[in-house]
């Protein structure tokens, strides 16, 4: 007898799992799942690699009961806004829950990746202890572990290839962390701590990378000496990614011919970052890698301009490049000019706050860029002037970008010649670049420009918004456009209940949306919740103490976020934090 | 049910200009909300002078306020009244800061473009004395935490001969040689400066047996004072409303004096732990790393984030100023 569709049935399952194993998207395996009962069936014991979008957004015993054989997973805690210190610290997004349902249903995990996660050292342990095969994992931006929980892992995981800690918080407790490799351990292709404080041991970790043939990636944390890296270097020449420690010293001739030499040894090496505080004296050891670099992050590399021009006019190969506005227009003129093959620009603020008399990185660097760089679709840049103009000009140049994150740095800053908003521009830019997914705005902004992003922007998943707009209009516009909208992060700008509740169902098909310091009361809330049983309705109040229970609707709310979920309301809220 | 930020009623003097073609287009779906937009787009500077009656004396403002200045908002929207998150200027005695730059973010939005379009021309054109606003608003501009202490970090640690970035001239950065003179002059710099290169210096705090550490912003704290007041709000009383606790001028920080039962320790950029109090505050903002609060019992037993990595053999007296020190508190 032969449930759901018959034709189903006419393979044998294993047929059918080899099939759905040529779909890399979890969207389309989602699609393939809701077929019918015995693809829904045949897929979820098939499925191998989980994405949880929101750590929220489902209960960890459920995921796990449901995909019983994966082997790599993903998961996302706080808000993106948390990277500014929007949420506080104790908002949540622990990772016992999910490591304790991982370690109990999951025994064959192989990778997982965090971000913007609380992982304490317990959790790191019970990793350590409960997956016997365990080779990847990657912590990014999480906070709540020290090096002792490190050492746990590295004492434990026989088969680790990759330990990637990227910009967390560790608390530094354990020294020798590293120490706890034992000899014969020999898996590692990819180390990077690039995120820790305290000293390594050189020798140990030297002893390290000499027995592990297969490293590749290695990113060193700051505070290693010049002489302990180069000697450090030596030992793995075979490196296609490396991010070096502090790369200045006294000048020491000989340490200088040491380095280049050590740099001329990387037949490989096609990624390089670090470069702290780099002085001009060592820079040009890194020449001879220059020809074959695809990426190059400079962005903690207070070099000057002409120090930065040369360096980076070499890379003729260039597909991503990160830097700090010192390299100025020139320097992006003389890139657009060099790095023909670039494809990914960001361009970080040296001086955030406009202390120092102001750089020489205005709108003509990036519209240089545009012009150059044929590849280029993804582009982050801090600048603190923009014309409509530009904007104009670099839609029409790059209509194939899909990530535009433009930051000027002063709220509110119109077109500085015309004195308008910025509105045509960021139009120009949506409406050009029909693959946009991804996109931040800034400067002086109208409820026009919210209108051309809901009729134009179809293919938008992440919209990010601070200082703009004029009125609920705005929101309105985003909320009822955007047809695949999926994260929304909204702070300072005069959005209230009126959009938030006609859009109510539009949040239903979103994974989050964030608003801070905007018009939204506590009433408005009340009502969304009622109405949408699948939202989380989070009220985030630092301020005070009493239950929200006692406030009248037209209270303000600071900070609110809304997420779908299948879980309900979470357990684990602390004091400022209030599921309406 | 509250329109966005009640704007219709804050412009005095309706000077309500014709509103723009583009607003009033034909666009039945914004119907509800074109009395709100129209009023706005009056006041963009590009339009007949000043829109809306706005008051030209009125502080460039632009980020989050009490709402204790001029009633913007005119008594139409009742959080106005309520403080938002607290910056720096809502704590008392900022000493060299210019005239603090607040606004209530959402009703006012209209009332920036002014503010927005003259700081912007004031930045391009030259330096103005006051501080950008930027600085004033949390978490602005989106560069991320632990970005923003890696370059303050950096900043700290080239104090010596080689370039800071957030240096006013590369001239001066290097005659800055790398002695005591230098490092004092660096501090007295950052002091005199007020918030210089140390704006946002977010640290984390944590409390013994606390397993979730706090991160504090020291630089909107003007003194030791006020500090310990904030960090007691945070831990020792949960459920206090921040404001009664740090207006309370003639109270003193039970932290500070020790009666307690916690003091306050900080590492400090050599990665030694001292008890915070003893140096100037400005010197204080300047190698400051991160703070613990201990608790006094427990002060010649170190907690297990202390033990190893900070006892050095060769570790001078001065690195444990705290013992005796906190005997003395006791």
Redesign the interface.
């Known amino acids: 007898m032969v449930r759901g569709f018959g034709w189903a049935a006419a393979f044998p399952d294993e047929v059918w799992e080899h099939v759905f194993s040529f779909l890399a998207a979890d969207a389309d395996r989602n699609a393939v799942a809701l077929v019918c009962r015995a693809w829904h069936r045949i897929e979820r014991r098939s499925r191998r690699r989980v994405f949880v979008g929101n750590c929220y957004a489902v209960a960890p015993a459920a995921a796990v009961r449901r995909f019983p054989e994966v082997r790599a997973a993903a998961i996302k805690g706080k808000p993106h ?1 948390a ?4 949420v506080p ?2 908002w949540g997004g622990g990772a016992e829950a999910w490591v304790e349902a991982m370690a109990e249903g999951w025994p064959h995990l192989e990778e997982l990746r965090l971000k913007r996660m ?1 992982v ?1 050292d317990d959790c790191l342990e019970l990793i350590a202890r409960s997956f016997k095969n365990f080779g990847v994992l990657s912590l990014v ?1 999480c ?2 572990f ?1 090096t002792a929980g490190l050492a746990a892992i590295a004492a434990n995981c026989r088969n680790l290839r990759e330990l990637d800690l990227h ?1 967390n ?1 560790v ?3 354990c ?1 020798n962390w590293i120490s706890h490799f034992p000899e014969s351990f020999t898996s590692l292709v990819s180390l990077n701590i690039a ?1 820790l404080e ?1 000293d390594v041991n050189t020798s140990v970790l030297e002893c390290l990378i000499s027995r592990c043939p297969n490293l590749r990636t290695l990113r060193l944390n700051h505070a290693m000496p010049l002489e302990k890296l180069v000697s450090l270097l030596q030992r793995a020449p075979q490196l296609m990614d490396l991010g070096t420690s502090k790369f ?1 010293a006294d000048h020491h001739p000989e340490l200088f011919f040491k380095l280049e030499s050590t740099f001329a040894g990387f037949k490989h090496l096609k990624s390089l970052s670090g470069i ?2 780099a ?1 001009p004296a060592y820079l040009p050891a890194i020449y001879s890698v220059c020809e074959s670099l695809t990426s190059l992050n400079l ?2 590399a ?1 070099i ?1 301009s002409p120090e930065l021009f040369k360096l980076v006019s070499r890379c003729k190969n260039l597909q991503r490049l990160w830097v ?1 506005d ?1 390299i100025e227009d020139n320097g992006l003129i003389a890139v657009a000019a060099s790095c023909k093959l670039l494809q990914e620009l960001r361009v ?11 750089i020489s990185l205005t709108e003509h660097g990036l519209v240089a860029i545009s012009a150059g760089c044929l590849m280029l679709h993804s582009v982050l840049y ?1 600048c ?2 923009m014309t409509n103009a530009a904007l104009l000009t670099i839609a029409n140049n790059r209509p194939n970008l899909t990530c535009f994150r433009l ?1 000027i ?6 077109d ?1 010649i ?4 910025l509105d045509a521009g960021f139009s120009a830019i949506v409406e050009s670049c029909k693959d946009l997914r991804r996109l ?1 705005l800034s400067g ?1 902004l ?3 420009v919210f ?1 051309s992003i809901g009729a134009s922007a179809n293919r938008l998943e992440m919209l ?1 918004v ?2 703009a ?5 705005g929101l ?2 985003i909320l ?1 456009g955007c047809k695949n909208l999926r994260k929304l992060e909204i ?9 938030l ?1 006609d859009n109510a169902s539009k949040l239903e098909t979103m994974r989050s949306l964030w608003m801070s ?3 939204v ?1 506590l ?2 809330c009340r009502q969304l919740a009622l109405k949408m049983p699948r939202l989380n309705v989070e009220v985030i109040d ?5 239950p929200l229970e006692s406030w009248p609707d ?3 709310v ?1 900070k609110l976020y809304i997420y779908r979920t299948v879980a309900g309301p979470r357990s684990d809220t602390p ?1 400022c934090v209030w599921t309406v | ?5 009640g ?1 219709a009623g804050d412009y005095s003097s309706g000077s309500m200009a014709t509103p723009e073609a ?2 009033a287009e034909e ?1 039945m ?2 119907k ?3 009395g ?2 129209e009023v ?2 009056s006041s ?3 339009s007949a002078g000043v829109g809306g009656g706005m008051d030209e004396e009125e502080e460039l403002e ?3 306020s009490l709402g204790t200045k001029k009633a913007v908002g005119g008594g139409g ?3 106005a009244d ?4 607290l910056t720096a200027e809502d704590l008392p005695s900022m000493g060299s800061r210019a005239s603090p730059l607040s606004s209530s ?3 006012s ?2 009332s ?2 002014i ?3 003259e ?3 004031g ?2 054109a030259k ?1 103005t004395s006051s501080n ?4 004033m ?12 202490n ?2 303050v970090n ?1 900043s700290k ?2 104090t010596s001969a ?7 001239h590369k001239k001066a950065s290097q005659n800055i040689k790398n002695n005591k003179t230098g490092e004092r002059i660096c501090c007295k710099e950052i002091e005199k ?1 007020g ?3 140390v ?2 210096l ?1 640290v ?1 705090v944590n409390l013994d047996g606390d ?5 504090v ?1 020291l630089s909107s704290y003007p003194s030791y004072e006020t500090l310990a007041l904030a960090l007691e709000a945070m831990f020792l009383r ?6 009664s606790s740090i207006y309370d001028g003639p109270r003193t920080s039970k932290l500070l004096d020790g009666s307690s039962g916690f003091i306050i320790t900080y590492e400090d950029r050599d990665g030694d732990w001292m008890l915070v109090g003893d140096v100037p505050w400005g010197m204080f903002l300047s190698t400051v790393k991160r703070l613990r609060i201990m608790k006094t019992s427990g002060a010649s037993g170190l907690g ?2 202390d ?3 900070h006892v050095h053999p060769s570790c001078s007296p001065g690195v444990f100023r705290m013992i005796p020190h906190s005997e003395g508190l006791l």
């Open positions: 806004f990277d500014f210190n929007l610290t104790d609380v304490s931006s906070d709540g020290s910009e918080e608390e530094d407790n020294l995120c305290g200045s702290w505080e002085g962005c903690y207070t000057q700090m010192l970080f603020p040296s001086d955030p706050y406009g202390v120092a008399p102001p801090f603190r002037q930051c740095i002063e709220p509110h800053t119109p500085y015309s004195q308008e908003p931040s002086l109208t409820d026009r209108k990010s601070a200082f707009g004029d009125s609920d209009a309105h516009y009822s702070r300072d700008c005069p959005f209230g209940d009126k959009a509740l310091s905007c018009s009361t009433g408005a630092e301020r005070r103490g009493r037209d209270f303000p600071e004091p | 049910m509250v329109f966005g930020g704007a583009a607003v666009d779906v914004g509800d909300y074109v709100i937009s706005s787009s963009y500077p590009g632009l980020g989050l929207t009742p959080w309520y403080c938002r998150i973010s959402s009703v939005s209209s920036s473009p503010a927005g379009g700081r912007c021309n930045r391009v330096k950008p606003p930027s600085q608003v949390v978490g602005w501009p989106p560069i991320r935490a632990y970005r923003m890696s370059l950096q640690e080239n080689h370039t800071t970035i957030t240096s006013t400066k918030r210089s290169s704006n946002s977010f984390k397993p979730i550490g706090r991160k912003d949960q459920t206090l409303v921040l404001g297990k984030w033990c190893q990595s």
